[in-house]
């Protein structure tokens, strides 16, 4: 890590994304000033041009650059309200495969875990690897009691993706120092969030809770099948849970086989997300289609726990009334929702917003399936993130952006698959439930006791109250003084030169 590592790995990346015509792109070159068209112009012609959609070059640029930046990749999908909704589906699909490690390594990753004796003794019919990706590969075992899948970190992992995020973090810092536009998006923020985000990824403990828990929902809720954890062959560096059979939805066969009912699968799948986020609070939060394998039985079985989202109550009442209200027309109801959990602010009008939410909604009602985009719907309101001053918290992007991956896994299998209809039956019960009786009451208990914990807190409060007024006022920091609009692409188009220079 160090300054000098950071600054030639940030080379390295501004090699890579050049050559992809990732950095101020052609297909932007409308939007952006002259000084910016010209260094797009030049970064272009030195990194040999590039096809396709910007967000399926980034990609590909992404996957090259190693496991640090396709989990980076795996996160800025889940930001189209900064991003766009077209850019996030194809970094959606990144491809995360890499060759295998060697048995050897898994053996010895194995004995450092759990000790040489219980590692032979416990993983004595371990197989050659079956899928290696970035972060880990996956090896089949056969036990009397069934068979197991077994996820193994690979060697050094854990300090390969330190030494890039050393040098992410580095330049999101030089970012928010030279550009105060970049500063709504809080890039070290976001940064340090990504971070903290993949280091927990290389703790495997985590996702077996993950896994686990999304079991026992399953058993409740039916939609899903999802493995079971194998907790005496679980450690920090492996994961060991129940054998998935079945036909993963990236083979184009997957659905071919007689007896496979593609609507009730879709059906399925909007239905089972949903129920988990309303009913729960707890969702798998990357459902590509890598993701979810066709069992023999015809269900769908999840797999890959590593990111779980997870909302409050107020964010689930938040979904299911919007979802409801779209369902039936009602834009003032999603309006003063919207208003009711923060996130519109009070010096807006509920009027004019429930104005833009009919301009959203009524292009869409009473279009075939075909026609009806939840990603088109979440598009248009992300647009009006800047017009009302909207403030999305992260959790509720990663739900949106769930919802728009859901959508197109369901509308892959089912082509007049329709999520607004799918959802009706979840949504309305969940909403019958809430605001009945029952819903009341749980509410009313909720308040009760959030205030005597308040009221408990009330004596901590004061003093520091008290403490405060005794402070003395110190004079407020002098304002930062930002790089004019063009310094950041200047710096960026500064550096992927000198890296293009540095590798001849």
Not at 8 to 30: E, K, S
Not at 247 to 256: E, F, G, I, R
Not at 285 to 301: F, Q, R, S, Y
Not at 478 to 504: E, N, Q, S, T, Y
């Amino acid at each position: 890590m160090g300054l000098i590592g950071d600054y030639r790995r940030l080379m390295r990346a501004g090699i890579a994304l050049a050559r992809h015509d990732v950095i101020l792109p052609g297909a932007y070159q409308t939007r952006l000033p002259l000084p910016a068209r010209i260094a797009g112009r030049v970064l272009r012609v030195l990194g040999g041009g590039a096809r396709g959609r910007p967000g399926q070059r980034l990609a590909r640029a992404l996957e090259k650059l190693g496991p640090a930046y396709i989990k980076l990749g795996q996160f800025l999908a889940t930001r189209p309200d900064v991003f766009g909704a077209e850019v996030t589906q194809d970094l959606g699909r990144l491809k995360d495969k890499l060759p295998p490690f060697s048995m050897k390594a898994a053996r010895a990753a194995l004995a450092e875990e759990f000790g040489e004796a219980d590692a032979a003794r416990l993983f004595a019919e371990l197989s050659d690897p079956v899928a290696a990706a970035s972060i880990a590969q996956v090896h089949k075992m056969s036990l009397p009691e069934g068979e197991r899948a077994v996820k193994i970190l690979r060697p050094g992992i854990e300090h390969k993706l330190m030494v890039e995020l050393s040098a992410m973090k580095r330049a999101a810092r030089t970012i928010e120092g030279i550009s105060a536009e970049s500063q709504r998006l809080k890039p070290v923020a976001f940064t340090e969030t990504i971070a903290n985000a993949m280091m927990r990824e290389t703790d495997l403990r985590l996702e077996a809770g993950g896994a686990d828990e999304m079991h026992e929902i399953s058993q409740k809720s039916g939609h899903f099948v999802i493995p079971s954890v194998d907790w005496d062959r679980t450690g920090r560096r492996v994961l060991t849970i129940d054998w998935i059979d079945g036909v993963s939805l990236t083979d184009p066969k997957a659905l071919d086989r007689p007896g496979i009912d593609r609507k009730k699968l879709a059906n399925d799948i909007t239905q089972g997300f949903l129920t988990h986020a309303i009913e729960y609070g707890v969702f798998h939060a990357d459902m590509h289609e890598g993701n979810l394998i066709i069992t023999p039985e015809g269900k769908v079985a999840l797999v890959d726990f590593g990111i779980i989202g997870r909302i409050g109550l107020v964010e689930r009442r938040f979904l299911a009334e919007i979802l409801w209200g779209f369902l039936k027309r009602d834009y003032r109801r999603v309006a003063e929702v919207h208003f009711e959990a923060g996130y519109v602010p009070a010096n807006q009008s509920i009027g004019e917003f429930a104005q833009a939410l009919r301009s959203i909604g009524e292009p869409v009602h009473g279009k075939p399936a075909e026609e009806v985009s939840m990603g088109r719907v979440l598009l248009q309101l992300f647009d009006y993130t800047h017009t009302f001053g909207m403030s999305l918290r992260p959790e509720l992007v990663l739900l949106q952006k769930t919802m728009v991956q859901v959508e197109g896994v369901a509308r892959a299998i089912d082509p007049s698959h329709n999520i607004w209809f799918a959802s009706e039956p979840v949504v309305g019960t969940w909403i019958r439930r809430s605001f009945g009786p029952e819903g009341a009451a749980k509410l009313v208990a909720g308040n009760v006791k959030e205030i005597t914990n308040r009221l408990k807190r009330l004596p901590e409060v004061m003093d520091k109250f008290e403490a405060s007024l005794l402070e003395p006022v110190s004079p407020p920091p002098l304002p930062r003084r930002f790089a004019p609009w063009w310094g950041w692409f200047g710096f960026i188009a500064a550096l992927v030169a000198l890296g293009i220079w540095a590798a001849k």
